[in-house]
Each structure stands twice: as structure tokens, then as C-alpha cells.
DNA sequence: CTGAAAGCGCTAACAA
DNA sequence: TTGTTAGCGCTTTCAG
């Protein structure tokens, strides 16, 4: 193996300093243009490539960006991470990818990996900041943006208004005089107790139903098919459930048709994040839309405007979101 | 913000030379212990973090790997790379996951970032390989593990033996007499055209029937519920399907609802990954198991092994696979 | 427009 | 057991 061809090398083949192939390298207008020529054919020939762990040391600046996910093979935010990866390519970040399980150890350690290596940026999805992890930012002081992620200390971040897009969907079901639930992963999130249980709040409070916690069910994130959760929604009395997940809105759907529930006539489903899996269902399910690939990709370019200094207008954007109808609910 | 404190600070403050420091920070057991005390407690208190780029231009290691994934919203691939990841944090590695679309183009640029972030190491997941990764490759001596995936250039890899796997599932529709049809993303790509169709053929010939290329369709990739593909399926006359994508599956099996077959009486499926969109179907689907998360695992776990130079025994291993019978094949 | 030279923060001989 | 000293490969003033 011929050893790696470094920029030293080049500058000795083209009879030039290694700062002006630096200069040539990264298409600084100020080098004469035969000077240019000459240093790109060098380069061309001895096929050299930079080696980027050198530029990150010498310019502070690694191209590198971390990206937490809290699961990986859920299709939200496996989504989310596509749109990401996506605009990173674009503008030639690489994405160190870390699977948090929404473990407060593992995050905590992903977040002190990330910062040693040096990234430029994070971009976080989950549920559950550490503390350590919000310190530990505000210190390094480097740039974050939240996807599909809120939290109570404005951060940027690119979201739907879940408040509202709750609110919607509980409005829809209470105009048919619907017994609502709301299932979410864990009520104590900040998405949750902040905007969806406050905006299921909203809705019943408009139509003068009294509230009840025991319409509120939490799922504490698990896909498992046998959950009892789903019997104990079906038992509840609820006529209707509103649901924050999509595998567990079709797990529900596919429970109550083994208990002979006739859905959307006995019972009716809006799910949350419109991703493949509500076409999964049998009927297909019936959605809040969110631009999913979009909220990635938009979170990823604030976070580049964030790194370069521009200014960013809005810190907290909201895409829009809709109500999609399908086969869960009657209309 | 206190500028970024380094291993020369905490080498003054402790009053001892940077090597020191650095031996401390490596474990090297021959540091005093009361100096070894001496150097941690000043870099506790200094917060001192070390700079991984630093370290990695200096060791011309950078802890970081590769992961190519064809894509992130596919749960068989998802779940490799979620076992990828955890095996990697085990051994104190970060990954760079890129998104590859299985796009030549993408694949390319892919490569060569990784490249020159001088990752330690790279696991590949895809069915097609470009020409210029595996020269790349070749030239730059980095070790490669492939993941669910398999070549003709005997790389390392950890996999099922896809061949004997659709052969058992052909040969259990065979053993009923069943008409039956085997769906791939592309049947040119190595594993289908050199493992899965084989197979297919194995058990054709065991049991004296002629191979029909009409009963081998092609989905190309794509997730789409309204793919002409599953209509053709049905409509070739096939009476059992072997799918190898459990999203298809799913479709498939949704659309013979659609079309007012019964399933499993009237038309059975077989999918191969066994991932959490298998029990999405009503009923259940049946399919071939794969250690899906084990086989992310053990790749990186060789990978690690590659990158020590420590001896590998088997370069290509193969877990156990399985059958498992739910609800759309009649046992 | 180009070159010299000083780092970036760390590791790894080599000495002592 | 510890310190000295070269680098690792590149960027970036500062001169010219």
C-alpha cells in the first residue's frame, strides 16, 4: 500500500506551499488561475484526499453533526432521521447517529462522546432531556436543535403544534358525542403533559365534558402486541381514542378486532404521526398528518444556520399539520 | 465561556509533563499511583475533557466507525442497526450512520466521506454494491463487515443462510402442492440472485417441478401501497408467496383481503425478516426468523476484532434461522 | 497572489 | 516512573 498522499506531498509535486493548495482546496478566489489548474491536476494525479480528521483539528470545524434518536426502528422518527440525513448530505455534514433508548445513562454518555469528538451540531429527538445533557450543552455551548421534540427551555426546534393538532382531533370526535382516550407513552413528557394533554383539555373543555384522568392511558413506549393496555382502552368505556403512536394506534385496532369490535363503527381511532404503518392497518388508519421527512430536514437546516452564524427568525418553527380520514373514523 | 481547557493545562496545574497525563487518560499502568491520583483529581476539577479529533489525528485512530444503510425506515435494517449501535457503545465506538438509498451516487459520496474522516472500520448493509466502494475499499485497507448482506468478493460477513431458508419455505408450500411464487426487491442483487432464487430452484427440482420465471416477481424496493404487483401476484394463478421484505408481505396480505381472498385457505404467505411488522398482519404473518438484531451485533463485534487484528476464525458466519408459523400459512 | 511558520491537542518513541 | 520532543495533516495569520 502506497502510503497516504498528504497535502505535503502535493505541494512539493506542484512546486507550491501547502498553504496554497489549502487555498485550492477550499476554492479560495484569491489563487491565479494556471496556479489553480496546476494543483487541481497534482491533486487529480496523486489522487489525494484531504483527511478531514487533520482540517477538523486545524479549523475547529468537524463537518460533523450528532443526531440522538430514542429509537431507531420506530417509523416516526427513523423518518425524522431520513429527512436529516438527507439536508446533512446536502451540505456535507456527516451525522454520528446514537440510539438514546430514552435511557438517561446511555444519553448521557452519547451527549459526552458527541462533544468529545468535537461536533458541530446536535440535533435531538426523544422525549426526555437528562439534566446532565442540558448542562452540559449550555456550557460547550454548541448548537442544538429539537425534531419533532419539545422541551421547556427554548431551544430551537421544528414541530407541529401538537396542542392544537390534539385539540382538533378530540374536537372531531366530541361533535359526534364521542368518550374519548388519549394514549400516550408517558404522560409526564413535556409533549404530553405540556401540549397534547392540554390541548385534549382544550377540546373537552369547549364542550363542557368534565374531565377524566381515567381516559388517559399510557403505553411507557413498549410496541409489545400483548399489552393490556389495549383491553383496558377497549374496557374503559371509550368510544374513541386518540393515539400518539402509530404502532400502538394499529396494535389497538388489530385488539379490537380480535374482540369483535367493529371499527370505525364501534369504536374509532385517529392516530399521530401518519407514517407507513397507519397504511398497515385493516382498514387503514385515520391520522393526524405531520410532515414528517420535512420536520428533519428543516430541523437540519436551521441547525446549519445556527453553526454559520446566520440568523434564524423563528427559533421554534411549526410545520403545518392535517387531519387525514381513513378507515377509523366515521365521518 | 472559559476557553476549552487541554491536556497541557491539566499537565501544568498537576505539575507533571503532558505524556503523564495522556498515560493517565490511556490507563497505562506504569503512572504512580499517588501521581495517577494526583492527575485525576486535577482533571476532575479542570472538567477536562479530552479532544477526540486530537486524539484521533495523533493515534491515527478516531473510534468511529461506518454504517452504510440502504434505509432507515426499513425495520429489517433498522433493527440491524440498532445492534450495530449497541455493540459499538459496548467498545467505546461512535457510528457514522449514512442513509444510502441504494443510489450509486449517494453510495459513492458516502464512501469517500467516511473515508476521510479516517473511520476505523465500516459495516456495510445493501444489496448492491458500487464498483468504486469495493475498490475504495481495496486501496484504503479499511476493514469492512458486511450485515445482512452478502457479495462475491468473500468479505466478512454475518447472515443467514438465505439459500437453505428459501428453500425450507419453498419446500413447505411444495409438500401441499401449493403454486408457489417468490417475490424480491431485484432479483440481479447477489443475495437473491445467487441465494434466495437458487433456493427456490433447490426445492423446485427436489420435488420434480419445472421453475417458472413468471412466479418470480420483482418489487423494486418499493413500499408502495398501490404497487400493480400484489394484483399480479395474485392474479398469476400462485397459490402461496414467498415475500422477502415483510412491508411487502403486509401489503400483499392486505390486498388479498382487498380482494376477497381468505388467507390462509385461499392463499398463504411467507415473509423472511420476522421483524415487528410481521405481527401487524390480521392474521399474524408467518416467516422465516432471523437474530435480526444479532446479526447487527455480532458484525460489529467481528468488526472490532478486525480492527485489533485479532484473528477472526470464521470470516463469513451464519446464525440459525427458523420458520414460524402464524396466521397465513396452514400447517 | 503566494509562502513561511506557528499552531490545533494529543500520542508515542526515546531518553533519562 | 516520568519528561522531552517530534510529529499527525491541515488551516491560518502575517509578510511579502
Same mark, same amino acid.
Given at each position: 500500500m502506497q502510503s497516504k498522499v498528504t497535502i505535503y506531498d502535493v505541494a512539493n509535486a506542484a512546486h507550491v506551499s501547502m498553504a496554497t493548495v489549502s487555498r485550492v482546496m477550499n476554492n479560495?478566489?484569491?489563487?491565479k488561475k494556471e496556479t489553480k489548474e496546476r494543483v487541481l491536476k497534482v491533486i487529480h494525479d496523486l489522487n489525494y484526499h484531504p483527511n478531514a480528521v487533520a482540517q477538523g483539528l486545524a479549523?475547529?470545524?468537524?463537518t460533523t453533526i450528532g443526531v440522538i434518536i430514542p %429509537?431507531?426502528? $420506530?417509523s416516526y422518527f427513523a423518518n425524522l432521521a431520513v429527512g436529516i440525513d438527507d439536508i446533512a448530505m446536502m451540505y456535507n455534514y456527516n451525522i454520528i447517529l446514537s440510539n438514546s433508548n430514552e435511557d438517561t445513562e446511555k444519553q448521557n454518555k452519547i451527549i459526552d462522546n458527541l462533544l468529545a469528538k468535537q461536533v458541530d451540531g446536535i440535533i435531538y429527538m426523544g422525549r426526555n432531556q437528562t439534566e446532565h445533557f442540558q448542562n452540559v450543552i449550555k456550557e460547550s455551548e454548541t448548537a442544538v436543535v429539537l425534531a419533532g421534540t419539545v422541551d421547556n427551555q427554548n431551544t430551537p426546534s421544528v414541530n407541529i403544534n401538537y396542542r392544537k393538532a390534539t385539540h382538533d382531533a378530540t374536537n372531531f370526535f366530541l361533535k359526534q358525542k364521542q368518550k374519548v382516550a388519549l394514549v400516550v %407513552?408517558?404522560? $409526564?413528557f413535556p409533549i404530553n403533559a405540556e401540549y397534547r394533554i392540554p390541548g385534549y383539555r382544550d377540546a373537552l373543555k369547549e364542550n363542557d365534558i368534565k374531565f377524566d384522568k381515567n381516559l388517559i392511558f399510557e403505553n411507557h413506549n413498549s410496541d409489545s402486541v400483548n399489552s393490556s393496555i389495549y383491553n383496558n382502552i377497549y374496557e374503559s368505556g371509550a368510544t374513541a381514542a386518540i393515539v400518539d403512536n402509530d404502532e400502538t394506534a394499529l396494535l389497538l385496532l388489530n385488539k379490537g378486532f380480535n374482540l369483535?369490535?367493529?371499527?370505525?363503527?364501534?369504536f374509532q381511532i385517529i392516530s399521530s404521526n401518519n407514517t407507513i404503518v397507519t397504511k398497515y392497518g385493516r382498514p387503514m388508519i385515520s391520522s393526524i398528518t405531520q410532515p414528517t421527512y420535512d420536520i428533519g430536514a428543516v430541523a437540519m437546516r436551521i441547525l446549519t444556520k445556527i453553526m454559520n452564524n446566520e440568523e434564524v427568525k423563528e427559533k421554534n418553527i411549526y410545520l403545518d399539520y392535517d387531519i387525514i380520514h381513513r378507515g377509523t373514523t366515521r365521518i
Open positions: 479560495n478566489p484569491k489563487v479549523s475547529k470545524k468537524t %429509537d431507531l426502528t $420506530n %407513552d408517558n404522560a $409526564n369483535g369490535k367493529k371499527i370505525p363503527n364501534d
